[in-house]
């Protein structure tokens, strides 16, 4: 399996999504321009230029018409994917740490980093088919978790949001009314940052990667623990396959702490896990420094991993790989 190595950005990684079809590949980064690419050679299309300030992370609608992105210059705009134009700038007063379109793409959930003295919040806006009819006011916003929330996503029919963040704790919120529903268990829970939260496919369950050095998934509606992956080193980023039973973790230790350690050149790996029988599969070497960010293809025969050296892998499996006996 050769990667094929795609240098578009000069500063690290942060984000990547595959649209729908899965024929591109959006990847955000801390050098303030969101990047397209083809995803089955790698050839860049384009870039989204506006945000001055690192862009933390993507969502492209359905019908890959639409690009959201959030930035640390404290907005969410709303793109063209094809012509790169902006059709319309959400501002808040703190960082823009994650977003996601809704099934319909009518609405965006949106969490907002503490900053000064304001603290995380979770934000639903409703977004326009029309860009000049777009309107600013958030139709919810929640408040509550200490600490940054790092991600939240829809859960079933958009009848839910499911955040998880700084305290570690996973909880689902009713989108109607902003009323908190569930909470995952202390004891079974993770016991620090969660860093990253998926979907899979059918959006039954979802996969969390922690500073705790493990990922776990949840069952989406009873926020039910299923498994635990444990790895040795912090987990930055999750992806689950669409195809085959793998989860796939990626991490590394903190930017900060890189140089005290003896990985040689490439030795930060994305491992793959059996999802039911939790063990470790594999792994795929080559970043330079932790991974910051994976994705799977939707149809499965893919992934791509973006790390703390700038470069984005993006990998397409050998015939043998869908074979794995364990």
Same mark, same amino acid.
Not at 42 to 48: A, C, P, V
Not at 133 to 138: G, T
Not at 151 to 157: F, I, M, T, Y
Not at 214 to 232: C, F, P, Q, V
């Given at each position: 399996?050769?990667?094929?190595?795609?240098?578009?950005?000069?500063?690290?990684?942060?984000?990547?999504?595959?649209?729908?079809?899965?024929?591109?590949?959006?990847?955000?980064?801390?050098?303030?321009?969101?990047?397209?690419?083809?995803?089955?050679?790698?050839?860049?299309?384009?870039?989204?230029?506006?945000?001055?300030?690192?862009?933390?992370?993507?969502?492209?609608?359905?019908?890959?018409?639409?690009?959201?992105? @959030?930035?640390?210059?404290?907005?969410?705009?709303?793109?063209?994917?094809?012509? @790169?134009?902006?059709?319309?700038?959400?501002?808040?007063?703190?960082?823009?740490?994650?977003?996601?379109?809704?099934?319909?793409?009518?609405?965006?959930?949106?969490?907002?980093?503490?900053?000064?003295?304001?603290?995380?919040?979770?934000?639903?806006?409703?977004?326009?088919?029309?860009?000049?009819?777009?309107?600013?006011?958030?139709?919810?916003?929640?408040?509550?978790?200490?600490?940054?929330? &790092?991600?939240?996503?829809?859960?079933?029919? &958009?009848?839910?949001?499911?955040?998880?963040?700084?305290?570690?704790?996973?909880?689902?919120?009713? +989108?109607?009314? @902003?009323?908190?529903?569930?909470?995952?268990?202390?004891?079974?829970?993770?016991?620090?940052?969660?860093?990253?939260?998926?979907? +899979?496919?059918?959006?039954?369950?979802?996969?969390?990667? +922690?500073?705790?050095?493990?990922? $776990?998934?949840?069952?989406?509606?009873?926020?039910?623990?299923? $498994?635990?992956?444990?790895?040795?080193?912090?987990?930055?980023?999750?992806?689950?396959?669409?195809?085959?039973?793998?989860?796939?973790?990626?991490?590394?230790?903190?930017? +900060?702490?890189?140089?005290?350690?003896?990985?040689?050149?490439?030795?930060?790996?994305?491992?793959?896990?059996?999802?039911?029988?939790?063990?470790?599969?594999?792994?795929? $070497?080559?970043?330079?420094?932790?991974? &910051?960010?994976?994705?799977?293809?939707?149809?499965?025969?893919?992934?791509?991993?973006?790390?703390?050296?700038?470069?984005?892998?993006?990998?397409?499996?050998?015939?043998?790989?869908?074979?794995?006996?364990?």
């Amino acid at each position: 399996m050769r990667p094929i190595l795609m240098k578009g950005h000069e500063r690290p990684l942060t984000f990547l999504k595959y649209n729908r079809d899965g024929d591109l590949l959006f990847s955000c980064a801390k050098d303030h321009t969101p990047t397209v690419w083809f995803a089955d050679n790698g050839e860049r299309l384009g870039t989204y230029r506006g945000h001055n300030g690192a862009v933390w992370t993507c969502d492209v609608s359905r019908d890959s018409m639409r690009l959201l992105t @959030g930035s640390a210059d404290q907005t969410v705009k709303l793109w063209n994917v094809q012509t @790169g134009t902006q059709l319309y700038t959400f501002t808040f007063g703190s960082p823009a740490r994650s977003v996601e379109f809704a099934i319909g793409d009518e609405l965006a959930v949106i969490t907002t980093d503490p900053f000064m003295e304001l603290t995380s919040a979770i934000h639903v806006k409703r977004i326009a088919k029309d860009p000049t009819e777009q309107i600013e006011e958030s139709m919810l916003v929640i408040k509550g978790p200490q600490g940054r929330i &790092n991600r939240a996503v829809w859960g079933p029919l &958009n009848r839910t949001i499911i955040s998880a963040g700084e305290d570690a704790v996973i909880r689902i919120w009713d +989108s109607e009314t @902003g009323k908190l529903l569930r909470e995952s268990d202390k004891e079974s829970g993770h016991k620090k940052t969660i860093t990253s939260l998926t979907k +899979s496919a059918d959006g039954s369950h979802f996969l969390t990667g +922690s500073l705790d050095k493990s990922a $776990k998934l949840w069952d989406t509606r009873t926020l039910t623990l299923i $498994k635990t992956y444990g790895t040795e080193r912090p987990v930055n980023a999750v992806a689950m396959s669409p195809l085959l039973d793998h989860v796939v973790l990626g991490g590394g230790q903190d930017a +900060s702490a890189v140089t005290t350690t003896d990985h040689r050149a490439g030795k930060f790996e994305a491992k793959f896990y059996d999802k039911i029988l939790q063990e470790e599969i594999g792994g795929v $070497k080559g970043h330079f420094g932790p991974i &910051n960010a994976l994705a799977f293809n939707p149809d499965g025969k893919s992934f791509s991993s973006g790390g703390e050296d700038g470069y984005v892998r993006l990998h397409h499996f050998d015939p043998d790989y869908f074979n794995i006996k364990i």
